[in-house]
């Protein structure tokens, strides 16, 4: 089978690769040749590339996949073997909200599956799908690395931490309604093409994106505090553990 003909086996759509519109084409082409700038070799570039060619449709189509191949002078086998690879590019079309539940570990224990599972039930779709008007597309992720704020949503890969089913379904219906929703931390939300988009190296202009510190937050701190023998709220019987390793009851 040709990747640039039908990809159904390797988990995409089912549609030939056709070319992009002159004018659409012309100006990915202009994004692309920006991009594949920054690099020494150019099929350094395709992460990013796969990231642009999402945010204009949304997933990674076939039409996609040939775009980057042409841009990058590789195979679209080489493109597809990628594309499949990392789970951040999607191969079915996205809502305008991209909804992830972490169901990693600690997230899961701590609510992540419970908040998948009502999710899905009060959206009617499962897994990877996207509700009827276009707006929420929902997925199982691995871990965000946010762990200390269990369980987590992230929307169009923005925090939302310390989530339960309640808020979650308040979160989705929100956003469905068209009103305002603010991440937990960073950024105002954008939608998932335009985080997309950003994704692939341009210029984030959202107010805020860029002010933060770095610092953890409390909950990402608190081992910290705890080793260097500070006393953490609510643990009256703490075991502190000095730089070196000792231990000794609080
Ligand atoms: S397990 Fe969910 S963020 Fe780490």
């Avoid at 004018?23 to 990013?48: F, G, K, M, T």
């Avoid at 979650?168 to 960073?186: I, K, N, S, Y």
Wanted: charged letters at 25%; one cysteine or more; glycine letters at 10%.
């Amino acid at each position: 089978m040709s990747p640039s003909e039908t990809s159904t086996e390797l988990g995409l759509p089912a549609m030939p690769a056709k070319p992009y519109p002159a004018e659409v084409h012309e100006r990915l082409a202009a994004d692309a040749a920006e991009l594949i700038a920054r690099y020494p070799q150019s099929r350094s570039a395709l992460l990013p590339l796969l990231h642009l060619v999402q945010a204009e449709e949304g997933f990674v189509s076939t039409t996609g996949i040939r775009f980057c191949a042409e841009q990058l002078d590789l195979t679209t086998a080489e493109v597809t073997a990628v594309a499949t690879f990392y789970t951040m590019y999607r191969r079915r079309p996205a809502g305008k909200h991209h909804v992830g539940v972490c169901t990693n570990t600690l997230c899961a224990v701590l609510g992540g599956d419970q908040i998948f599972a009502e999710l899905q039930q009060h959206l009617g779709i499962g897994n990877n799908e996207t509700t009827e008007d276009g707006e929420i597309s929902i997925e199982h992720i691995e871990c965000n690395a946010a762990c200390d704020y269990a369980p987590v949503v992230m929307v169009n890969w923005e925090f939302f931490d310390n989530q339960t089913p309640d808020s979650t379904r308040q979160l989705v219906d929100d956003l469905r309604a068209g009103r305002e929703v603010r991440p937990t931390r960073g950024a105002r939300l954008c939608s998932f093409k335009e985080s997309a988009r950003i994704l692939a190296g341009f210029p984030d202009e959202r107010e805020g994106a860029n002010d933060e510190s770095g610092a953890g937050g409390a909950p990402s701190l608190a081992g910290l505090r705890l080793a260097k023998g500070e006393q953490l709220p609510g643990t009256p019987g703490a075991r502190v553990v000095s730089p070196r390793g000792e231990g000794s009851d609080a």
